[in-house]
């Protein structure tokens, strides 16, 4: 991948951006993904997407979907428009930890603060520790203002990396009641990359098929017929209208392979529009749940 740093953005090349707060799970996934970067926190997607664009940042770490909540809302209604390219992905498994004040304990709680999907996702213990929840906008926003306000009968739950930023102590650690608690990520830049046909590939892609009877059946059967394995598709309306739905999808193989050629020509065929948003080297994480299975 070729790095090109805007003319008067100093650093840019090593800086990739996220939305949230220093210590949300985003900038966790950043420097576990990319340790030799510095982080670069934004308010929204769009503010991401612009920094990277803009050549404020080399990269930018967009979560997509959670094993637990499902996926990450108006996100696929950014990706299309964004101006830049899926380069890679990651898999983030998420550690809640509940955090305090120093002196706090188990017992003098009272509250626990987060993200609503992190509540939601830790549901036995708040209920176990009889705490009220309370919703914040994020998980390490929550962090921050436990932090601020010193309070012992108050408690957030979030990333270690946020407990370590913000002075906070884990009084309990692993504490999703799903383990399998994973976010999938995608790492988006301004250049398309061309991952190696011969490796595990992964090809992402919105299209709308036409509004005909039966119309995403035969725009679809051309990856049955060649054997194209999709392991991702997802509907969403548009524009408004509920009529015709956009659809994303993740399948595995290179475009320039045969068979993922062939299943594409038939897609288009049958599609309004297709749009490729990357082409990239699969996660060594696939292959290790493939060999869990």
Partial sequence: MTKTAKP??????????????PGA?????CRAAYPKMRTLPCASFEDVFAAVREGKAHLAMIPIEN???????DIHHLLPDSGLHIVAEHFQRVNHHLL???????????????????????????????????????????????????DPTEAAIAS?????????????????DAQHNTTRFIIMGREPVDPDPKVPV??????????????LYKALGGFATNGVNITKLESYMIDGHFTVAQFYADIDGHPDSRMVRLALEELSFFSREVKILGVYAA???????????
Avoid: M, W
């Fill in 8 to 21: 008067g953005v100093p650093g840019a090349d090593d800086l990739i951006a996220f939305q949230g707060l």
């Fill in 25 to 29: 799970y985003s900038d966790l996934s």
């Fill in 67 to 73: 094993s637990v909540a499902g996926r990450v809302a």
């Fill in 100 to 150: 305090a004040p120093k002196g706090a304990t188990l017992g003098s709680l009272k509250t626990v603060h987060s993200h609503v999907q992190a509540l939601s996702q830790c549901r036995k213990l708040i209920r176990e520790l009889g705490l009220k929840a309370i919703v914040h906008a994020d998980t390490a926003g929550a962090a921050a203002d436990i932090a601020a306000k010193g």
């Fill in 160 to 176: 270690s990396l946020a407990g370590e930023i913000y002075g906070l102590v884990s009084l309990k650690e692993g504490i999703e």
């Fill in 202 to 215: 992964v090809t992402s892609f919105v299209f709308r098929v036409r509004s005909v009877p039966a119309a």
């Fill in 283 to 293: 996660s060594p994480f696939r292959q290790q749940q493939n060999g869990a299975q």
